[in-house]
């Protein structure tokens, strides 16, 4: 029997031997049939790409716009890299507030803090200057301006603002979360601990800015994680249930850049070739994962990041390959698809074997890159209510290929923690 075989039969995660409730699972599927149905039509857009950053006051003065918010993260700020930016804008007669405070998986303070300068320095614009989380903290303020009335937690979900943005602009200096594209941004509370999404096609950037110079100085250990996270978001927007011709085209050509370029850009990080085509694969991840969502590898991740802060990239990169193996048969097609497009598998491989190959690859991949094979510092204790919330999160909303209800994801948890548990030491 394949490894696939074997984890689907000993994890009972097959349909049949499902825990979750008839009735809920009809209400998912039903839930995600409509969606996918009412695809086509959706007010999905995409951001016109820059090439420099120097082509961003053109935007603005073409706008009238005279004050900025420039949101981005500690590390970013230490390094400068919004100084050309920031000399850019003033050259041009433009102002530029700076918060520089957003933390790696952005919080509710971080949205409520840069909101509030924006306020204070007469802002008219937002630039979200960094990786994911920059450009996530970015996309809170935008809704908290829009809806100065409504706390951040209380658009979590599906198309909560229902109001306009002021104009927001992208600047990712990872290539990985592919925020620059999509309509999630995702949000931290500092008091539970609960990592949510937020989720409106007001939160797409109208801009991007997409200059692989600013990934040049990255450390190899971000390089390969957000590579991996923009492989999380291809995959996972694949192999679920709510794909279009476009989605699909999008992911397969995201695999495909990150298979040939996310080891070379690792390392080798002067290679502005491989740079750029791992800029173009998030890009195309982002575009795939905004319209046909993700799965519960996300789900997972968001709770473990919003509990231990965990990184998000790193945590989707561990989980991938087990999650993978979990969803078995259900998933084997698909993967086996991405696997001889390619050249991870033969082209006349079965589809067992073929996407059996595609999970070793990640597994390697991911060896490969320093990222470890569980993640540690789990809490036992902490697993039914992060599996609840990642219960959540995940249903009915994602369009997975394998439905799993919160005592199956509880599972899932010890699975990635390798049955090692913080509080058991």
């Known amino acids: 029997m394949s490894t696939i075989g074997r984890a689907n039969v000993d994890q009972s995660t097959n349909e049949g031997a499902s825990f979750m409730h008839l009735a809920r699972r009809a209400w998912c599927r039903t839930y995600q049939t409509v969606f996918r149905i009412a695809l086509p039509v959706l007010p999905y857009t995409e951001p016109r790409i820059l090439e420099h950053a120097e082509e961003v006051p053109a935007v603005l003065q073409k706008r009238s716009i005279h004050h900025v918010l420039i949101v981005t993260d500690p590390g970013i700020a230490r390094l400068g890299l919004t100084a050309p930016l920031e000399t850019a804008l003033a050259s041009k007669g433009i102002s530029a507030a700076v918060y520089a405070e957003t933390r790696a998986n952005p919080t509710v303070s971080n949205v409520e803090e840069a909101a509030s300068l924006y306020r204070e320095s007469t802002c008219q614009a937002i630039i979200g200057f960094g990786g994911g989380s920059a450009m996530d903290c970015a996309k809170g303020v935008g809704a908290r301006i829009a809806q100065p009335k409504k706390p951040i937690n209380k658009m979590r979900g599906l198309l909560r603002i229902h109001r306009r943005l002021p104009l927001l602009i992208a600047v990712p200096t990872t290539a990985g979360t592919g925020s ?195 993640v540690t510092g789990i809490r036992r204790s902490d697993i039914p209510e992060m599996a609840a919330h990642a219960d959540a999160e995940a249903n009915p909303l994602y369009p997975v290929p394998l439905l799993m209800d919160r005592l199956e994801l509880e599972h899932m948890y010890e699975v990635v923690a390798g049955g090692m548990f913080e509080d058991e030491n």
């Open 180 to 374: 620059e594209v999509t309509l999630a941004a995702v949000i931290t509370d500092d008091e539970t601990h609960y990592k949510y999404p937020i989720n409106d096609f007001v939160l797409i950037p109208r801009f991007a800015v997409h200059d692989p110079e600013f990934t040049r100085g990255l450390p190899a250990s971000i390089t390969g994680q957000t590579g991996m996270d923009a492989l999380t978001h291809a995959v996972e927007a694949f192999i679920g249930r709510s794909t279009t011709p476009y989605t699909r085209k999008m992911a397969r050509q995201a695999v495909q850049l990150i298979h040939d370029n996310l080891l070379e850009a690792y390392e080798c990080g002067g290679n502005m070739r491989a740079r750029r085509n791992m800029l173009s694969a998030a890009y195309k991840a982002g575009v795939a994962f905004t319209r046909s969502y993700v799965g519960y590898v996300h789900a997972i991740a968001h709770s473990l990041g919003g509990r231990y802060g965990i990184p998000h990239g790193l945590a989707n990169a561990i989980i991938l390959p087990h999650m993978l193996r979990a969803y078995g048969e259900a998933a084997a097609p698909k993967l086996a698809d991405l696997a001889r497009m390619a050249g991870i598998a033969p082209a006349n491989a079965l589809d067992n074997v073929a996407a059996e190959a595609f999970i070793d690859w990640v597994d390697r991949m991911n060896a490969a890159l320093g990222i470890p094979k569980y």
